[in-house]
């Protein structure tokens, strides 16, 4: 029943006071006693007055203070019980009773003070001791009374120090939860005196008052805790009513009587005694007014007697709270400074009440009677004392507000927000007249709680989406920002306090905001209708409620500020917009407008008052509902008055006035009658009161209504009657003292407070929505963070440009760096792009320095290398997130290369690491050292210097020219330079993008691109040649190491090759680097990307397209990675379109001096063993081996190899064929077999050419291999039409182009042709012989075997330097007998009686003769050619000849 707990209590009391006294054994305990009473009584001896013996009519032969110590001392050693049973009182009384004397000295009583707190300390008394609540009583009665002669101000000061001493001993002790609150009121009553008493007294005296009264109020409200909270309503209804009354009534009772109620009054003989009063009806509840009748004293007077807790604790409360109102009432003394006395006793009752928050914590909001003292009065206080031209009260103040911020703030939501707007903001601002000391207390307040785990996040939630309440955490974030910056003036720690708390706001939200979040759907419009100011959240703990509803009403109140926006400049628009945004319904309705004007804020309240004056019907019905949004119960009259008159302007023009004072009086009557008869009588006296208030607050009125004008003007008014003279004075005064301002506040800025504005305060905590508490979940901060970045950003910025204290430029980083963070989980691109812009502008790299100058201005910067280090921090950690931030990202990695401050390998590191180098990669050295890092030599044609060249070169400061030797500050900037840069991992960015999403990766690689692409328009200088090499290169290792979603850039890294291919017309490094790169990127991704083979192969066509020069300059080089991708993916080629484009690069090769050597030996890794041969790409290769064997650019074996490698790949044919008929189908087959017919009939033509080449191997062998061709043949079932046609268009040409050649050329032009003529011959009489079987039985049969005949006619003719050849006349009647003989074997040739020219017999041996007219006879006799007609006339068959009767000569058999 709100006391104190006693176990509980007790125990924790022992655990925050513990003196760690050791319990003395019975008999040590008594000549303890003994010693004190021995000690006590020696001081009494020294003086005259206690030596001598009473004599006379005194029973007693010594005085009575006396005779009781001698008495307890003969009864203390015959005590054998435990002392806790024995009574207290028995052996305190005698040292009470010396205390209690008038007579005593200041020694005498010192000293029994001694002895009494030794015996509090000595834990005799705890709560088992017997009666140990009486004694207690009786202790703090004594001490409060202590009365004693004063001898001298020393002795007077130790008498003091020794009151304060037992008094905190007792509130110490195991037993001070038997002490009443009565009691309790004393102790504190009588310390407060003391410590007023000190302040004429020596310091010491001071300090240990104070420090007593802080150890009291600490003591006290450390059992808050312990208090259960009261359950029975008439106890505590009747407590609070009579607290309430005593706090309103009393007003300072302890400020008011000091002056003459002083603890020491000095009379002048010196005789005089010094009384210690403590005047307990000062903090007496006993005291209650007689309203609350008889029965509520005898209540008050129970309560005060019962064992201490609430009833005590809100007195002294309330006593601490008035103690703040005590320069009002309070002289000040002559001797007193009045500066530091208006700062003392607010410091000193301020430093109390922190002390009891401190202590008492959250456990206020269980007791409301203390709750309601903290929301009202003590707030009321704070905001006074806030805006103190005192630092230190300020300070005081704050701590004070930070504390109940961290206890109570779930019951202050509007008195923070109060404090907030009308006392921090407001100093800070620095726009009100406040001292810097002001400005930076406030600001170290605002900090303090921007360091606050949840403020920021409470206040976002709390304020900004409550439509009721100002934006705090906007506004805060707007000052801090504002006061971040340096404008026309230095940096001072004031900037950099704001920036503290930025960041420190920055860096709450990184560490909530540990992995990527969702981002929040941005709601639409509201469909429907809703009323805004009745929105209710259905829970206000569950975050899944109360976020969704913040984030609305965030929404709805933006909506309203710009409908308010839109109403102050036109009424009528604005409610039109409202009504469009749902805000409002499609049809006004009085009480949603009412509300309208009611619950926003940043109306124009003169707009409001006409609205609400107007006589239009509409406007009556208004402000009948807007009065019915007030609450008035329990207000007076101007305290009414007051909060509805601060929403609104009340109109000039006396019938608005009218109507909207009816209006008032009417709600006011409806819900606070007292003591008025009707509305009218409401009406008049609020007439009344506004009346006064101009004449009392217009400075225009000379003559001010008295008391007697403003009694005598309201005579009647209430119901023919006269209102209380004391109501009218209340009401009198009041106006009087706080005037009610008819013209409201309004506009920008951070308002002063006021009386009518503390009311509205208070009417808008009893009508808040609940306060949310928020955990370190990031539920809100993408919300708060579109607020915050970009004012933070700038800040930081800014002071991170002016500031030079390293501490200060790491604060900022760190800034930085948590900034990153949150735009990255919170997928804000666009604020890391700007954070990005901001840092490298501050790196200095992009200023334009020579080397030496670069080098040592960036190793002497602190604030450059920290930039850079965070830029590049940035890149690898944040990457996904950066889109136009790569541009300035690579304008520093560009800028650090030109200066040659990169690690050399830093581009070849992050293509390289998924293969080995190449042979010329590996020949490079890795670094480049100082003499050659900035002179780019020009590219030498036909010398390939790898795939990646110079990235960037090592700083050194070695001897290039004759110069001097580096300085040592040289060489420590260039040492820090070097760590920072290695420390920075620029690789890693390029290494790393295949894990960038897919959109910053895109981004990276645009911006790269850009980059090369302006270097190139921008100057053609060897530098600029050498940055767009190396861009090229990063751009080809980001490519390599995103392979498995190239198609993301390819388009974009084809198109800028193809820009630097087309675009070249002389052998430079830069188109090198792109051809070779290009061939780079297909080597590496086509054994990974089979889908995108084709479309890597169309890229090579750029090759193609290449300049005569700049093809001529690099065609080894390129031939070579050729050579290599052919050799790594020839697998992997499938089709057509990708062959022809590998082998038309491979065939460019077959006449390049430096290039055919690579070029032929890729062709004879596809070729050879027809491993890699396919019908895709056999013509192809054919072709290639073909302009191989015709090139004279090599040596004559290598022609032949080729046409080795033309022959050999029959085998592939043959084996297709074979394949064909066991896996397809009939027209597939049929469709296969003519495709492989082409394709050895293109083999054939192409040998044919060769076959006329003037070297004389070269043409031989190319005959030789034709043969062998012909020799496999049979496998590949050739058509008929085809035999016609390569009889036609190949061997029959052959035969003529080397006869037109023999006629045409000297001997000595082409070396022994006669040969060449008979393996062609030769040729010709085998191809015929194979297919003569196949093609005797067609059509056209004849004209071949005339073709044959006729082309052997011809080269009977031939003369060589004029004679016939031997060889030629020897072969060609061998081959013509024996192809007759043939042909008589298989019945070809058969004689006939046929007499007509055109026979096929006739025809033969006409054309036969003119070669050998002897071989008729010889082939066919005359005996056997009769022997066959007779055998044909008499059977009418052909007698089928014996193959084995031809018999053929060597030279036939050698031929065939």
């Known amino acids: 029943m709100g006391q104190v707990n006693m176990e509980s209590g007790s125990n924790a009391i022992c655990k925050d006071f513990k003196y760690f006294p050791v319990k003395p054994s019975r008999g040590a305990l008594a000549c303890m006693i003994n010693s004190e009473i021995g000690a006590v009584l020696a001081v009494m001896r020294r003086n005259v007055r206690w030596g001598i013996r009473y004599v006379g009519d005194d029973d007693q032969l010594e005085h009575s203070l006396i005779h009781s110590l001698k008495e307890l001392r003969k009864q203390i050693f015959l005590w054998q019980n435990q002392w806790h049973t024995i009574d207290p009182a028995v052996y305190l009384q005698p040292f009470l009773d010396v205390i209690q004397s008038d007579e005593t000295g200041a020694p005498i009583t010192g000293v029994a003070l001694s002895s009494v707190y030794k015996i509090l300390t000595l834990d005799v008394l705890d709560l088992d001791t017997v009666n140990v609540g009486d004694a207690m009583h009786l202790i703090v009665d004594a001490v409060t009374s202590c009365r004693f002669e004063v001898t001298d101000p020393a002795s007077e000061e130790v008498v003091l120090m020794k009151i304060l001493q037992v008094l905190l001993a007792c509130m110490k002790s195991k037993a001070a939860v038997k002490l009443s609150n009565q009691h309790v009121c004393n102790i504190v009553n009588t310390c407060f005196r003391v410590v007023h008493q000190a302040s004429s007294k020596g310091e010491l005296l001071q300090r240990i008052a104070r420090h007593t009264m802080h150890e009291l109020v600490r003591c006290i409200f450390s059992y808050l805790p312990d208090i259960d909270n009261p359950e029975h309503s008439s106890v505590n209804g009747s407590w609070s009513g009579a607290g309430e009354k005593v706090g309103m009534e009393k007003d300072l009772t302890f400020g008011n009587k000091l002056p003459e109620n002083g603890i020491v009054s000095v009379v002048n003989d010196g005789q005089s005694s010094t009384e210690y009063a403590s005047s307990a009806g000062e903090m007496d509840t006993n005291k209650v007014d007689t309203i609350s009748g008889k029965e509520a004293v005898q209540n008050g007077e129970m309560i005060m007697m019962e064992p201490f807790g609430i009833p005590c604790m809100m007195e002294i409360f309330h006593f601490l709270c008035s103690l703040l109102n005590v320069i009002e009432n309070l002289g000040v003394g002559p001797r007193l400074n009045p500066i530091a006395y208006d700062e003392d006793v607010p410091l000193f009752a301020l430093g109390l009440i922190n002390s009891a928050i401190e202590l008492g914590g959250s456990s206020f909001n269980k007791h409301p009677a203390l709750l309601v003292l903290i929301q009202d009065e003590l707030f009321r206080n704070l905001m006074q004392f806030g805006l103190s031209m005192s630092p230190l009260i300020l300070s005081t103040v704050c701590s004070i507000v930070l504390n109940l911020y961290h206890h109570l703030r779930t019951e202050l939501k509007a008195q923070f927000e109060a404090f907030f707007s009308c006392v921090l903001l407001r100093i800070a601002q620095r726009k009100h007249g406040s001292s810097y000391q002001q400005q930076e207390v406030a600001m170290e307040a605002l900090v303090d709680l921007c360091r606050q785990q949840t403020f920021m996040t409470e206040m976002y939630a709390n304020f900004d989406c409550d439509i009721t309440y100002g934006n705090l955490f906007e506004d805060l974030v707007n000052l801090l920002s504002k006061s971040a910056f340096p ?655 590998i082998i038309s690069l491979l065939s460019i090769t077959a006449r390049h001096p430096e290039a055919s050597e690579a070029g032929f030996e890729a062709l004879a890794f596809i070729m050879t063993d027809g491993v890699h041969l396919l019908p895709s790409n056999y013509i192809l290769c054919v072709d290639a081996a073909r302009q191989f064997a015709e090139s004279r650019v090599g040596e004559v074996d290598r022609s032949v190899s080729a046409l080795d490698l033309m022959g050999g790949s029959v085998v592939c044919l043959v084996r297709w064929s074979t394949e064909t008929k066991n896996t397809v189908g009939e027209e597939a087959a049929k469709k296969l077999s003519q495709d492989i017919g082409e394709m050895w009939l293109r083999l054939v033509q192409g040998l044919k050419k060769v076959c006329l080449d003037q070297r004389e191997e070269v043409r031989n062998h190319a005959i030789l291999v034709f043969q062998r061709s012909l020799a496999v043949v049979d496998g590949i079932h050739l058509s008929n039409a085809l035999w016609f046609q390569c009889f036609d268009t190949v061997i029959f040409t052959l035969l003529d182009n080397l006869l037109e050649i023999t006629q045409a050329n000297s001997p000595k032009d082409y070396r022994n042709i006669d040969g060449t003529l008979v393996l062609a011959l030769k040729l010709m009489s085998k191809a015929f012989l194979q297919s003569l079987e196949d093609l005797s039985q067609q059509p056209s049969f004849c004209k071949l075997w005339l073709g044959v005949l006729n082309h052997m006619d011809g080269y009977m003719k031939v003369k060589l330097r004029g004679k016939r050849s031997e060889k030629i006349h020897e072969v060609v009647p061998e081959l013509l007998k024996n192809t007759l003989l043939v042909m008589k074997t298989t019945g070809i040739l058969l004689p006939t009686d046929n007499i007509g020219g055109d026979s096929f017999w006739q025809l033969t041996w006409l054309h036969v003769k003119k070669i050998a007219p002897s071989l008729q006879s010889e082939v066919f006799p005359d005996h056997e050619v009769k022997q066959m007609k007779a055998k044909h006339q008499n059977t009418g068959e052909v007698p089928a000849p014996d193959r084995t009767d031809v018999v053929p000569s060597s030279e036939n058999a050698e031929s065939r």
């Open 487 to 1141: 404008v026309n003036e230095p940096l001072s720690a004031m900037h950099v306090l704001a920036l503290d708390g930025l960041i420190s706001m920055i860096q709450g939200m990184a560490e909530r905001t540990s992995n990527e979040l969702p981002v929040p759907e941005e709601a639409s419009i509201d469909p429907e209708y809703n009323a805004f100011w009745s929105l209710k959240c259905e829970n206000y703990i569950d975050p899944n409620y109360w976020v969704p509803y913040v984030r609305k009403m965030k929404r709805i109140k933006r909506r309203l500020m710009v409908g308010a926006d839109h109403f102050n400049r036109d009424l009528k628009k604005g409610l039109e917009y409202l009504q469009g945004m749902h805000l409002l319904p499609d049809k006004l309705d009085p009480q949603s407008v009412a509300s309208f004007f009611r619950y926003t804020t940043g109306l124009d309240k003169n707009l409001i008052g006409d609205f609400l004056g107007n006589h239009d019907e509409f406007c009556v019905q208004v402000l009948q509902a807007f009065a019915g949004t007030f609450n008035f119960h329990g207000m007076n009259l101007d305290t009414a008055l007051r909060l509805f008159l601060g929403t609104f302007r009340l109109p000039g023009e006396s019938q608005k006035i009218q109507r909207v004072l009816e209006a008032f009086a009417e709600r006011y009557y409806e819900q606070s009658p007292n003591i008025l008869t009707n509305k009218d009588a409401a009406l008049l006296l609020s007439y009344s009161l506004i009346m006064l208030n101009t004449d009392q607050h217009n400075v225009q009125v000379k003559k001010k209504m008295t008391e007697d004008d403003f009694i005598r003007n309201n005579r009647h008014i209430n119901g023919g009657k006269d209102l209380p003279r004391d109501y009218l004075l209340e009401l009198y005064h009041s106006i009087c003292e706080n005037e009610i301002l008819m013209i409201p506040e309004q506009g920008v800025g951070f308002p002063a407070m006021t009386s009518s504005r503390w009311i509205n305060v208070m009417d808008k905590s009893r009508e808040t929505i609940p306060f949310i508490t928020c955990d370190s979940t990031a539920l809100l901060d993408h919300d708060m963070f579109v607020i915050l970045s970009g004012p933070t950003i700038a800040a930081m910025s800014v002071v991170f440009d002016q500031v030079e204290q390293e501490d200060i430029l790491q604060r900022c980083i760190d800034g930085f760096l948590a900034l990153a963070k949150i735009s990255t989980c919170l997928h804000f691109g666009g604020v890391l792009d700007d954070l990005v812009l901001s840092l490298c502008r501050f790196t200095t790299l992009l200023t334009p320095l020579s080397v030496e100058e670069a080098v040592l201005a960036f190793g002497d910067d602190t604030r450059a290398r920290m930039a850079m280090s965070a830029v590049f921090t940035i890149a690898n950690r944040y990457g996904d997130y950066i889109h136009s931030g790569w541009k300035n990202i690579l304008d520093c990695v560009l800028s650090l290369h030109k200066l040659g401050l990169l690690p050399a390998r830093l581009a070849r590191d992050a293509a390289d690491d998924m293969e080995p180098s190449s042979e010329v990669e590996q020949a490079k050295p890795a670094t480049v050292s100082l003499s050659t890092s900035h002179v780019t030599p020009v590219a030498t044609p036909r010398k390939s210097s790898g795939l990646i060249g110079r990235f960037s070169q090592l700083l050194s400061f070695d001897i290039e020219e004759p110069r001097l030797q580096p300085s040592e500050e040289e060489i420590a900037a260039k040492q820090r330079t070097d760590e920072i840069i290695q420390n920075c991992h620029i690789d890693s960015i390029f290494t790393e993008s295949k894990f960038l999403q897919a959109e910053s990766l895109m981004e990276l690689v645009k911006a790269l691109i850009l980059a090369a692409g302006q270097l190139r328009k921008g100057s053609s200088s060897i530098e600029d040649e050498d940055t767009s090499v190396f861009c090229l290169e990063l751009l080809i290792a980001i490519t390599l190491n995103n392979r498995d979603r190239i198609m993301l850039i390819w388009q974009d890294v084809y198109d800028h090759i193809a820009s630097i291919v087309q675009s070249t017309v002389m052998p430079c490094k830069l188109v090198e680097k792109a051809v070779s790169g290009l061939l780079r990127i297909c080597q590496r991704l086509l054994p990974y990307k089979e889908n995108l083979t084709d479309e890597l192969l169309k890229s090579l066509q750029l090759i193609l397209k290449l300049d005569a020069r700049v093809a001529d300059a690099y065609c080894e080089s390129i031939t070579q990675e050729v050579m290599r991708l052919v050799k790594a993916n020839a697998t992997h080629i499938r089709s057509h379109v990708g062959w022809r484009i």
